[in-house]
């Protein structure tokens, strides 16, 4: 079961602790499933996390109506960095599978229909062979080691180095070359570009780096 309770700092106080079943998933894994609670994703009312080990999925965290849920994912997914949750495009919860078989990125965003029935639904497939012109020899197994949410970027593993893709305008940067496998925490920092004061009133623009 996945256990949840919400702390208000402006009271001081917890509140109450509300659980989910996890639901078993025979997939070959022997581990138990876990929280991954570094890639927390917040849209509207509810956080999101990965389920990572026995079960692949998300776990919502509804903090209005204080409840916990556990989301399948769209497609079958054997190896848990092959998935990132994220905000999708114009908003709403989505998922990033990165497809080792056919070197395939795709994006899913999560809707819901007049009925109140939630699906996903495929909004793009990005084919990271050609985009980062890889030799089929370079075709490794690829890993997501990060991913910066206020800048829709991630960072992947691949044979030729680590890279970083703007999911969005699909610019990538090699950031370096190294064969060791750790997850990534990218540091987006918002600051003032500059200010004045005129009339009494401060101007300021919000500059995102990563």
Known sequence: RALACMYSSKT??????????????????????????DDAVLDGDSLYWKLVGNLIGILEFDLKKQTLAVIQVPVDILEGNSLQVMRAEGGGLGLLFVSNSDYTARLWKRKTNRHGVASWELARS???????????????????LGYAEQNNAVFLWTVIGVLMIQ????????????????????????????????????????????
């Not at 990005?126 to 997501?144: F, T």
């Open 12 to 37: 001081g106080l917890w509140g109450n602790l509300v659980s989910t079943p996890i639901p078993y998933q025979a997939n070959g894994y022997r581990i138990p499933t876990l929280v991954y609670t």
């Open 126 to 144: 990005i084919d990271l062979g050609k985009l980062l012109s890889l030799e089929p020899e370079e075709k490794r197994p690829l890993m997501i």
């Open 167 to 210: 999911l969005e305008s699909l610019k990538f940067k090699k950031l370096f070359k190294t064969m060791t496998f750790s997850h990534y925490h990218p540091f987006e920092s918002v600051y003032s570009a500059g200010a004045c004061i005129a009339g009494g009133h401060d101007r300021a623009e919000l500059m995102l780096n990563v």
